[in-house]
């Protein structure tokens, strides 16, 4: 048996191992129901975003500092710090096994955000929010295959979940869903708008995406 690590996927073999569908492209608002900031919360991007160009400014900014500045601080001000949501770092999935190509395959999860108090038919947690992060000079895109690897087995579990990608200056969204009932997985995924962080617009559409991802998963 051949065991692989998510991270050195492409997607091609991500497509022939899951076999994802990718839909087409589609809006934020079809999806969530986004609400206003506030002033506090703009003063606090802000803030986020000129810590942020403050080390930016030095060069590439690596994979660790990518998610002190930039993810950790937009979590929390979306809401992802306070119950029922836990945040989970640097977590190992369980194998994944291939059957037909006799291969199994390994990964470990940057970030993942589960609802501890979604009822599941087993002990194990709801997936809000999987996160990859890449230092700025790496694409956000190519955390992609690692992410549909991780979110794949959510799908056991639940009916869909939202994935991240992102090198703090692009944010890239997917959402993940089951499309079949019963024990066969049928997995799509539908990429959304890239959202940048030194935009101060995109920047604000970004918080309301969390915060609405953050609200709809509370609402269960």
Known sequence: MTVLNASTLNLDQ??????FERLSYNSFRYLLQLEPLSEWEIAELNQIRADFENYLNDGKVLEGM??????????????????????????????????????????????????KNCPQPTDI?????????????????EGLPQLLSYTYKSLEQQRSVWGLTTNGVYFEFIYV???NEGEVIHPTYQPLP???????ESSEKLLQVLKAICKLQNSL
């Open 14 to 19: 991500v497509y022939q191992y899951f076999h």
């Open 177 to 179: 869903e089951n499309k």
């Open 66 to 115: 990518v998610m002190a500045l930039t993810i950790l601080p937009l979590l929390r001000l979306a809401g992802f710090y306070r119950s029922p949501i836990k945040m989970r770092m640097e977590q190992e999935i369980a194998r994944i096994h291939i059957e037909d190509e006799d291969i199994e395959i390994t990964g470990r999860l940057d970030l993942i955000c589960v609802n």
């Open 194 to 200: 890239s959202l940048h962080l030194i935009e101060p």
């Open 125 to 141: 947690p709801f997936w809000v929010l999987v996160v990859e992060s890449k230092n700025t000079s790496i694409s956000p895109t």
